[in-house]
C-alpha cells in the first residue's frame, strides 16, 4: 500500500492549458515537498509546505496544503514546454522523505 | 558550488555481472542517500548515510547489493551479480542535515543500468 498516493500517474496537454496534480494519504504530513524531474535529470525542490491551508507560489505554478495536513495540490497556469517531467511529491519525515510515485507531464506546443 | 557528481552516467552488462557506481556529494554535506528509481515511478532508499554511518538499510538487497561512504564523503554503490529487474537509475543525493530531516535533497543526473 502506497503511504502517498498521486493522481493522476500521467498527464498530457497542450501548451497553455491549466492543469491540477494531487498528493494524497490517509495520514497526516508533518512537512511535504514537492519536486520536478526532468528527463535524465535527479529531481530538484520546487517548494515545502508546511501549515495547514497555506498556499505557494513559484511564478506559474500554486501549490495548496490542505487543511488537515493530509494532501497537498499543484496547479500550473497556462502550462509551458519546459514544464515537461515527473512531479512527485514526498513525505517529510523524522529522517528522510517518503516518495509518491509521481505525476508524469507532459506539454505540447 | 559544485552538485552532486555521479559516474558512469550509462552502463549496460549482461546479468550475473557485476558493476559499480561511485558518487561524491555536495561539499560539507553530512547525509549521502542511493536511490534507484524505475522508469516512470518515484525514488525507492536503498540506502542513507549520515557521515559514515549507516542510518537506514532496511530496503537494500544485501545478498547482492553493497554500498560503502569511506571517510564520510563520497561513496560507492555495488551489485554483484546483477539480475534484469536491477535495470534502473541508480540516484545519489546528498543534504546538509540528517537526523532529524530538514531542508532538501540534491540529487545526482544518475547512472542508468540496462542489465542484458
Known amino acids: 500500500t502506497q503511504l502517498l498516493e498521486q493522481s493522476p500517474q500521467f498527464l498530457s496537454i497542450q501548451e497553455g492549458e491549466n492543469l491540477t496534480v494531487y498528493c494524497n494519504s490517509s495520514?497526516?504530513?508533518?512537512?511535504l515537498q514537492w519536486y520536478r524531474q526532468e528527463p535524465g535529470e535527479g529531481p530538484v525542490l520546487l517548494v515545502t509546505?508546511?501549515?495547514g491551508g497555506e498556499v505557494k507560489k513559484l511564478k506559474r505554478l500554486t501549490f495548496q496544503f490542505g487543511d488537515a495536513r493530509k494532501d497537498s495540490s499543484l496547479h500550473i497556469t497556462a502550462a509551458q514546454p519546459g514544464d515537461t517531467g515527473l512531479y512527485l511529491c514526498?513525505?517529510?519525515?523524522?529522517?528522510?522523505?517518503?516518495w509518491g510515485a509521481g505525476t508524469k507531464l507532459i506539454i505540447k506546443p | 558550488e559544485a552538485g552532486v557528481a555521479q559516474s558512469p552516467r550509462y552502463k549496460i552488462i549482461e546479468k550475473r555481472q557485476s558493476v559499480a557506481f561511485w558518487c561524491n556529494p555536495i561539499?560539507?554535506?553530512?547525509?549521502l542517500y542511493w536511490y534507484q528509481q524505475i522508469l516512470g515511478q518515484g525514488p525507492k532508499l536503498l540506502i542513507q548515510?549520515?557521515?559514515?554511518?549507516?542510518?537506514?538499510d532496511s530496503q537494500l538487497p544485501k545478498d547482492r547489493f553493497s554500498a560503502e561512504r569511506l571517510k564520510g564523503v563520497d561513496s560507492t554503490l555495488k551489485i554483484q551479480p546483477a539480475k534484469l529487474e536491477d535495470s534502473a537509475v541508480y540516484l545519489c543525493a546528498s543534504s546538509l542535515t540528517g537526523v532529524p530531516y530538514t531542508g532538501e535533497l540534491f540529487f545526482g543526473e544518475g547512472s542508468r543500468l540496462t542489465v542484458l
Open positions: 509546505v508546511v501549515t
Open positions: 495520514s497526516v504530513f508533518s512537512s
Open positions: 548515510f549520515q557521515n559514515n554511518g549507516v542510518v537506514d
Open positions: 561539499s560539507g554535506h553530512a547525509t
Open positions: 514526498a513525505w517529510v519525515g523524522y529522517y528522510q522523505l517518503i
